[in-house]
């Protein structure tokens, strides 16, 4: 089966992350893109040799061609985009976050369960060298039990590595849904789910100290996970520059694991000994996904990162930022 897909939503993440990639998995052909702003829908289409280019979903979502929507728009319309979809019968890949609130993320998966579509979400780390040989690692024991996890995430207002966009909508709440916490944490906080599993009860905290604008700016939270593993995470967007950090360690009874989210290097320390071993990321990040989501779509897969899982990462981060259960 050969997967037909139309993008909804072709800005920046789309030039390099992912909307090539679409034509570079085996089966699998990118066949329109849709932006509201038709010249802009246009260019793309005739840079990447895409054959059509909408400025209206709809008529994008009923192309008889196409039976796969990649959803790449600001998190508000995800929910919108996707119901539209499956009421075509289009399976759907949506960006992370799944959506604005989890209540809007349990209607997209009710929905697709209830028309047997499929809907997979763009957490795409999961399908990384770097982030496969860390969870193959701790599947082996080799760093004994667990005994915490620590994630430090310090930025300043506009991080380098956020896309760019014409509008700084992702500290937006009611775009986005929270400010860069809910644009960054899903990669962060799914991976945590991956590799330890559903946690058993967390909490946070977050305000807005700098008030540069509407969304918080500084977000803390703790969690325990199975078998009594710690958790503590820390997200910071309003440091100077030149003191920004990214860090991700897993403390272990016999040794320690640790690596910069926003980069391709592992630092191992075991046995007495530290090494560092170094992964590359594709061009196009996001195609290993991909490559999984079109198995999934076309029946010799299993999706690789199912609403469910793309939920329980929403359920933390809301009550971190706004204290629900």
């Known amino acids: 089966m050969v997967i037909n897909w139309g993008i909804i939503g072709c800005g920046d993440v789309n030039e390099v992350k992912s909307g090539e990639a679409f034509n570079k998995v085996e089966d699998s052909n990118l066949i329109a893109v849709m932006r509201r702003n038709g010249k802009k ?12 280019w909408y400025n209206n979903a709809n008529e994008l979502i009923n192309n008889p061609t196409i039976n796969a929507i990649y959803i790449s728009t600001p998190p508000i319309f995800h929910e919108e985009f996707t119901l539209a979809a499956i009421r075509a019968g289009k399976n759907v890949y949506v960006e992370k976050p799944m959506s604005t609130s989890v209540e809007s993320c349990i209607r997209m998966k009710n929905a697709a369960d209830e028309n047997n579509c499929k809907l997979t979400v763009a957490l795409y780390r999961r399908q990384l060298p770097l982030y496969i040989y860390v969870k193959n690692l701790l599947e082996s024991n080799e760093l004994g ?4 996890v620590r994630l430090t995430i310090l930025q300043p207002v506009k991080p380098t590595f956020v896309a760019e966009s014409e509008t700084f909508w992702r500290v937006d709440p009611t775009i986005a849904g929270g400010g860069l916490f809910y644009d960054l944490a899903p990669h962060q906080l799914d991976l945590v789910y991956h590799f330890f599993g559903k946690p058993v009860q967390y909490f946070g905290i977050a305000k807005n100290q700098s008030k540069q604008y509407a969304a918080e700016d500084i977000v803390t939270g703790i969690m325990l996970l199975q078998n009594n593993v710690f958790f503590n995470g820390m997200w910071c967007f309003n440091v100077t520059e030149g003191l920004q950090n990214d860090l991700f360690e897993i403390e272990g009874e016999k040794g320690r694991i640790s690596f910069h989210l926003y980069g391709s290097k592992v630092e191992l320390y075991r046995n007495g000994k530290a090494e560092t071993l170094s992964f590359n990321h594709p061009y196009h990040v996001q195609q290993p996904m991909i490559e999984k989501v079109v198995d999934y779509f076309s029946g010799n897969g299993i999706n690789p990162c199912s609403a469910a899982d793309a939920i329980e990462s929403m359920k933390i981060m809301e009550n971190f930022v706004y204290g629900k259960k």
């Open 41 to 52: 829908a246009a260019d793309f289409a005739q840079r990447h040799n895409v054959p059509f």
């Open 145 to 148: 039990a667990i005994r915490y």
